[in-house]
């Protein structure tokens, strides 16, 4: 099939490239035209495992192309999907600006019947809005059908190759069978394609990143409780998690969650539900999530009490979480502004977000190219991402380079035993340290 995808972000890269990788014809379409540049030269400007292999070979076999061009796209497609951006607003609201201009930009171009897939997480009722905003610029016939993402950044290839299910809201047969058939190859091993009504289905997005988001809140709400009440949330989590109801999967104590996509969706989900229907739990959850997002700097001064200003503390990981350079909203964010704030200066490593970081911090913190070069002279680790590299690092280097044997591990990826046999003094979430 001929598609366009307009925006070329985490979300539109991904899937314009996986959707090229089925064999259709993609032609990637944004507005920024340094990354439209970039990723005409082979380049790809976002860290995605396995993403800039397949968007070469894709764009090598001429089935995938990139453009600034709107109107050339969307004339030379059947189907055009929007993954533009749908940032936080200033009342919590998601911003559809973005998604406006492009669905404007869309009817402008028309020249026959297409159908027209919102990809980026949007309001309960943004596809009936879509529909009258392209109506108003357009006499073509048009379908617009809503069709939210799954993908996790780190795993987004992975996931849009392999989704657990597909979901397609509208009320356009003719639009939905053509969808279907877009993604069958993606559900070989016999995961679902859902069709509903589009409101349905932009509920779907939401109600699923909440769920994740109130499971970390509550896993670090308990952690808490742990920490107070001397049990140790390891063993607690091994314990809830052989429960088939409750499951292993994200409930592992941390920092709290970051992203492009939970705190934003969950607030948009706030305040969708307004004054009409508090959403209570999510309220909570945000609140919660906030203040574990200050657990790292809250131990910190707990140890060092009012003595950070001239400090030096080593960060190892400043993106959201492993495998992404993504730092939207990560919580090495508040970390380190509050290190900064308390006239402490800062080390920091990531393998792959050091150039957003420096985005953020400019020159107010130091970069380091290896992670143990981050430790020299530093009076405590700080572990704010659970990268693989930090698991089993040379404990022994370690403890030499750091002017004290101090670790705060906000993500628990250490043996508080194994650590105290070594010598460190060791802090970490909700367990018991001997
Ligand atoms: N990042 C994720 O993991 C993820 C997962 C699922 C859903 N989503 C949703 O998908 C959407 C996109 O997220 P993202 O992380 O890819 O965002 P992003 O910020 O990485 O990318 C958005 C892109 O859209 C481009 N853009 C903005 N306006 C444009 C226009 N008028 N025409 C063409 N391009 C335009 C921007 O230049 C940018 O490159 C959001 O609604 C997000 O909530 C994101």
Redesign the pocket.
Known sequence: MKLAV???????LVAGTCLAESGNDVIC????AK?IDLLNSGKVPIYEPGLEEMVRRNAEDQRLSFTTD?DLAVKSSEIVFI????PQGPTGHANLE?VK??AQ?IAKALDGFKIIVT???VPVGTADQIKQWIKAETSHPFAVASNP?????GA?VEDFMKPDRVVLGGDNPEALAKLRELYDPFVRTGNPILTMDSRSAEMSKYAANAMLATKISFINEVARLCEEMHADIGEVRRAISLDRRIGPHFIFPGVGYGG??FPKDTRAMIGMGGERQEMVLLKAVEQVNERQKRWLFDKVEGHFGDKLAGLTFAVWGLAFKPRTDDMRDAPAINLIESLLGAGARVQAFDPEAMEEARKIFGDRIQYTHRNYDALHGAAALLIVTEWNEFRRPDFARVKNLLTEPIIFDGRNIYDPADLGKLGFTYYSIGRRHG
């Open positions: 307009v925006g070329t972000g985490y979300v539109g379409v944004d507005i920024d990354k709107l993954a533009v951006g749908t973005y201009a492009t930009g990809k980026s997480t993402e799954f993908m996790k950044e987004a492009s996509c």
